[in-house]
């Protein structure tokens, strides 16, 4: 994430197209956002589609817009959202899921710089910078001949990885401890914890739908908590099923996740526990005694 947040600051000075892949729920939209707000077109719109929520019917209206009268019912002219992107940043999310004659058309208008509305007879010029996202390969499409080719190309100017969260298990802690805070003002919460074996729970989900699931969990934690620490059983996490070979294996008892959690908390925070405790939402004396009750005081 290092990495990749390193690169965003060259590429927002920058004005180019860029593809971001990664998982649903990984953050693409959030890195999309970043570009834009550290851009020289930051007091432009940013617009956002998802062209998976949008009927195939409908959505290249919503791209590129209408004029009166261009199909029943279209009462009034609409600018597309391409148009609405004037002067900023569009979004194109789950651009693997176009149509390929509305690919084409969107070819033509990143080329071109211009789009005409459905129904109209002149082009409007526009001036927007592309940011689209998949959680497709792309490449991959473009070989099954279900993404136009030249498009891919036009896309793929930049291309960023957002890694999924089971490849980043350091930042559950941190990333936690935001949603928690940011859940818990909500709900008038302010002094809710991560308890340890919470911490532990966390380490050992693989979260495939990734910090959206992840906000998601917190956010049921807040609202069922009863009591002023966020249990294991309030994350709502599936308790994983032993495998074929499970009795190949050597048991991992609960101490070990919570130890595991600990230890994850501590390399984080450089072995400075009171930047741990701070992370974790206790005084020091509470994260002392769980180092002590789990066998990692030295």
């Known amino acids: 994430m290092r990495r990749l947040l390193a690169l965003l600051l060259p590429l927002s000075a920058a004005d180019a197209t860029v593809l971001i892949q990664g998982e649903s729920g990984a953050g693409k939209e959030l890195v999309a956002r970043t570009l834009h707000a550290r851009s020289t077109r930051q007091r432009g719109p940013f617009v956002a589609i998802n062209c998976a929520a949008i009927p195939d019917a409908l959505l290249e209206s919503e791209l590129f817009g209408f004029e009166r009268g261009a199909f029943t019912g279209a009462a009034r002219s609409k600018p597309g959202r391409i148009e609405l992107a004037q002067g900023g940043t569009l979004f194109l999310d789950e651009i693997a899921e176009l149509t390929l004659p509305c690919q084409a058309k969107l070819l033509r208008a990143l080329q071109e710089r211009e789009v005409e509305r459905l129904g109209g007879v002149r082009p409007f010029p526009v001036d927007v910078r592309v940011v689209a996202a998949s959680n497709q390969e792309l490449r991959r499409l473009v070989e099954d001949r279900r993404f136009r080719e030249d498009l891919y190309y036009r896309l793929n100017v930049i291309t960023l990885r957002v890694p999924p969260l089971r490849e980043r298990r350091e930042d559950l802690v941190p990333l936690a401890q935001v949603l928690l805070e940011r859940h818990a003002r909500r709900v008038g919460r302010s002094t809710l914890t991560l308890g340890a074996e919470a911490v532990a729970a966390l380490h050992e989900h693989d979260w495939p739908g990734n910090v959206?699931?992840?906000?998601?969990?917190?956010?049921?934690?807040?609202?069922?908590s009863t009591g002023p620490e966020i249990a294991r059983d309030d994350l709502g996490l599936?308790?994983?099923?032993?495998?074929?070979?499970?009795?190949?294996?050597?048991?991992?008892?609960?101490?070990?996740?919570?130890?595991?959690?600990?230890?994850?908390?501590?390399?984080?925070?450089?072995?400075?526990?009171?930047?741990?405790?701070?992370?974790?939402?206790?005084?020091?004396?509470?994260?002392?005694?769980?180092?002590?009750?789990?066998?990692?005081?030295?």
């Open 212 to 224: 959206r699931e992840l906000d998601n969990c917190i956010l049921r934690a807040v609202i069922l």
């Open 238 to 298: 599936p308790v994983s099923e032993p495998g074929p070979d499970a009795a190949d294996r050597p048991s991992r008892s609960p101490a070990a996740s919570i130890q595991e959690g600990l230890l994850a908390v501590l390399a984080r925070c450089g072995g400075k526990r009171h930047l741990a405790a701070k992370m974790l939402g206790i005084d020091r004396s509470t994260l002392w005694r769980q180092l002590r009750r789990y066998g990692l005081a030295l």
